[in-house]
């Protein structure tokens, strides 16, 4: 599953960890999402949207 | 609605105390009654294994606390604070072991039945699911 999570976090100038703080997870998996090693779970997934204000079509989109 | 279970911080501490109390407790217990049987080398090794166990999890507590950015998935889960991918590498590299210790279990029974000795077999079990669990939990770690 890809992912607009790099982008938007770029767009906001965070780092992994302060946006892993927000999200309450660790560094580690927020690079393990961006690089899209790891799939969140559906409650980490609208974390990650409400945090950007954004839906979870919008920032994940699946691999056809 | 949560992304990670968010136990309170008095339950999750007395969690880990306690995991750490019934570790030594079977460690010291194990190494009572091997010293017991008559093999102190193998109770004083029985005793360092679980010291160390309890100072890598004390370390990875404190490092998870102290220096929670830099602290891996191994510290986090010593700590008793996975997040969720922390918990679905752990289950990962959990289920590999499973089928490994199958699949080692039915070559030791076999290879008794080849003329391999039962004790060296049954005292090399635990080394080599060590090494499943530690290369498993590598791997799992570095693909997820």
Known sequence: MRNEIRQL?????LSQGALGTELGVSRQTVNSLE????????????TVARFFGLSIEEIFHVDD | MSTIDHPTTHK???AWYLGIVAGLAVA?????????????????????????VVVLAATGRLRSSRAADRAGTAARLAAGRPDERDL???????????????????LASAAT???????T????????????????????????
């Open chain 1, 9 to 13: 976090r770029e767009e906001r100038s």
């Open chain 1, 35 to 46: 690089t899209g090693r790891y799939d969140p779970s559906l409650p980490l997934a609208f």
């Open chain 2, 12 to 14: 999750s501490t007395a």
């Open chain 2, 28 to 52: 010291l217990g194990l190494a009572l009654a091997v010293a017991n049987a008559g093999h102190a080398d193998t109770a004083a090794g029985i005793v360092t294994g679980g010291m160390l």
């Open chain 2, 88 to 106: 679905r590498v752990h289950q990962g590299s959990l289920a590999i072991l499973g089928v490994v210790s199958v699949i080692l279990s039915g």
């Open chain 2, 113 to 119: 039945f080849l003329g391999v000795d039962a004790t």
């Open chain 2, 121 to 144: 077999i049954v005292r090399s079990m635990p080394f080599a699911l060590l090494l499943t669990a530690v290369v498993a939990f590598v791997v799992v770690n570095r693909r997820t």
